[in-house]
């Protein structure tokens, strides 16, 4: 019997809040381990590695820990690390290197990991799905997501557990229980706003006037604007961008016409500047669509469409939730044009060099 198309990408998207659940008793569970490993490991600095979307994994990540733990933090490609060791390893102090793979298999990271303790690194964390992955074994501490094991090629469940993970750790190695609490909020919230935006969202996705996808969002939000890019352009093959939201001002919203969808993952630090831009490319006769904790369409510059979060959380903690609803969407316009998101055209679930 042949397998039905897209299932298991379905099944991930739609399944990941337990994952998140799951993940957080998992990792809450072992919350002195934690506080140790950081205590007494001790780093002035933190860089998060990977490659697609765990690379943008690692954007969101660098900002959310230097903004919770005040440690400088950064992001780069696991391939920088490896190709280009004297100039992304520059910085001679205590560095804690986080290797992020959903199979623990990639072979960038796992030469980015031995790149790194060849030239005297000592310290590094993994975050992973697979307890028995080389990743694992090749560290002394990890945290590993298993309940978000996936099948299909595409990441979806996988990205954003594997992100709160990072998140967690970084509540616990600051000691702020209030964030800890708001993480541990995420499942409920998660639920509801993926309840109440999928009618919607498959609407979106099955619209045939829509070429072209533009994803924004400033600060930590851009990484998850470069996640939400890819999920379209694996599955449904769309063309889709992703960019700072104000940089779009800078030659990209010349492609903005009848035919664009701009989806804008709107932050409380930068929105007085950010609805201004929406209701610019509104004028270009693009259709615009906002997710953001609370706004009516008019109040946030005339937009199309809103996804509303109603959260209650802060900035940093409530981006996950915008996870969700986009992965859908890039979902949903596969199956529109009778593609399989389970298996994107050229891609593998492990790259091997």
């Not at 303790?117 to 993994?126: C, F, K, Y």
């Not at 080389?134 to 469940?157: D, I, M, N, W, Y």
């Not at 890019?229 to 940089?247: G, N, T």
Request: net charge neutral.
């Amino acid at each position: 019997m042949t397998q039905e198309r897209g299932i298991h990408t379905y099944r991930e998207i739609m399944g990941q809040f337990a994952a998140w659940e799951a993940t957080l008793d998992d990792l809450l569970s072992q919350k002195r381990r934690l506080e140790r490993f950081f205590q007494e490991e001790g780093f002035e600095e933190v860089v998060f590695t990977g490659c697609g979307s765990s690379y943008f994994l690692s954007l969101v990540a660098a900002a959310a820990f230097q903004t919770i733990t005040g440690i400088r933090s950064s992001a780069l490609p696991a391939s920088e690390i490896f190709l280009y060791p004297e100039r992304s390893l520059m910085h001679k102090g205590a560095i804690l290197l986080v290797a992020v793979s959903r199979s623990g298999e990639t072979m960038e990271t796992l030469k980015a990991v031995k790149t790194f303790r060849g030239r005297g690194g000592e310290r590094v964390l993994a975050i992973t799905c697979y307890q028995e992955s080389a990743l694992v074994k090749s560290v002394s501490f990890s945290l590993v997501a298993r309940k978000a094991e996936e099948k299909s090629v595409v990441q979806t469940g996988s990205f954003s557990t594997m992100l709160l993970a990072a998140q967690l750790f970084a509540a616990i190695a600051a000691g702020r229980a209030d964030y800890q609490i708001e993480l541990k909020a995420l499942p409920t919230y998660g639920t509801r706003v993926m309840k109440e935006s999928h009618p919607f969202i498959q609407r979106k996705a099955e619209d045939e006037r829509y070429a072209q996808f533009f994803f924004l969002g400033s600060g930590g939000y851009y990484g998850l604007a470069c996640e939400a890019s890819l999920k379209m352009k694996e599955m449904s093959l769309s063309q889709a961008e992703p960019f700072h939201s104000l940089e779009f001002r800078h030659g990209p919203k010349s492609m903005v016409d009848e035919h664009s969808l701009v989806i804008a993952l709107l932050s409380d630090s930068a929105m007085s500047y950010e609805v201004p831009l929406l209701a610019e490319l509104k004028g270009y006769g693009g259709q615009v669509l906002a997710l953001v904790e609370r706004g009516s369409k008019d109040e946030l510059g005339g937009v199309d469409y809103v996804i509303p979060l109603h959260s209650g959380l802060s900035e940093l903690a409530r981006g996950l939730l915008f996870m969700p609803p986009l992965q859908l969407l890039g979902y949903y316009r596969a199956m529109a044009k009778g593609l399989n998101p389970d298996r994107p055209a050229h891609l593998d679930p492990v790259v091997r060099l």
